[in-house]
């Protein structure tokens, strides 16, 4: 996967998209379903009719990036159209892309230290 500056935030759109949609019908259904800004530079993560394909829209300062991916075996996990618009985190993006069950990854907290030696 293609590294994100910081502060990029992913958004799994729930629910099946048409992928037939390119850079333009994604990015009106950001604005309208999501009722979020296709160019805040964010991922918007959406997964099709067929749970083994995703498209992933985002924008930079010159213009719209369109990735697709489709597994040769598995499934994306995917959450259910009640979710709405669900955010992950990057490590859970890495895990999506993978097939794998990015709902399993869970952060560690940062322990802060009590005292200094």
Known sequence: MIGLPDG?????????????????????QIQTVLCQDPFSGHLF????????????????????????KRLTEG???????ADGIVTISRAQMSLLVDGLDWRAA???PIAKPLFIV
Do not use: C, E, N
């Open 45 to 68: 993560v959406f997964r099709g009719r067929s749970s083994h394909t995703i498209k992933v829209l985002m924008y930079d300062t010159t213009g719209f990036l369109l990735m697709q």
């Open 8 to 28: 990029v935030r992913v958004y799994l759109a729930a629910g099946r998209t048409d992928l037939r949609r390119g850079i333009d019908g994604l990015a009106a």
């Open 75 to 81: 499934k994306f996990i995917w959450p259910s159209p």
């Open 106 to 108: 869970k952060t560690k």
